[in-house]
């Protein structure tokens, strides 16, 4: 098919029947009220957008408290920690104090390296055991301060799937 070939047939008539060629022509074309077609479809996604937008407030709202909650825990659980980092360092001072006090007192070599023996196995034992329950403090504060955000996280991902 060619161009050339191509008519296109109208229902236009002339304003006037001018008769030198400078005719205007008035087209019969459907009127198309585009606000009335649209305007539906703009109030629906005006209305889906705004649901949006509360949905996204209200799971920022969420995940905020959920993050406040985890601070505030771990403010809390490092404190124990640092408290119990406190504890064990006043232990270890009084035992080493009393070693000293107790070399001091010692008469003979074999007194020494009897102290000492018994100072390093002591001090051994505290040790592991402070390691230990460091350890379950350390724990704890991380599960505790990641616990609120894993439970929020889960909420948010779970509603919006």
């Given at each position: 098919m060619n161009d050339a070939n191509v008519k296109a047939e109208t229902n236009a008539a002339p304003l006037s029947g001018a008769p030198n060629g400078s005719a205007k022509f008035k087209f019969d074309i459907p009127f198309f009220n585009i606000q009335a077609?649209?305007?539906?479809?703009?109030?629906?996604?005006?209305?889906r957008a705004k649901a949006n937008f509360e949905q996204m407030k209200a799971t920022s709202n969420e995940i905020t408290?959920?993050?406040?909650?985890?601070c505030s825990t771990n403010a809390k659980r490092t404190a124990d920690y640092g408290t119990k980092l406190i504890e064990?360092?006043?232990?270890?001072?009084?035992?080493?104090?009393?070693?000293?006090?107790?070399?001091?007192?010692?008469?003979s070599f074999s007194d020494l390296v009897n102290l000492s023996a018994t100072h390093g196995r002591n001090t051994f034992e505290a040790a592991s055991s402070q390691n230990r329950e460091l350890w379950?403090?350390?724990?704890?504060?991380?599960?505790?301060?990641?616990?609120p955000i894993k439970k929020s996280l889960n909420r948010v991902l779970h509603r919006a799937a």
């Open positions: 077609m649209f305007g539906d479809l703009a109030e629906q996604g005006a209305t408290e959920a993050l406040c909650d985890a064990i360092s006043n232990t270890n001072t009084a035992s080493t104090l009393e070693f000293l006090s107790q070399l001091a007192d010692a008469r379950v403090l350390a724990q704890k504060v991380a599960t505790e301060t990641a616990e």
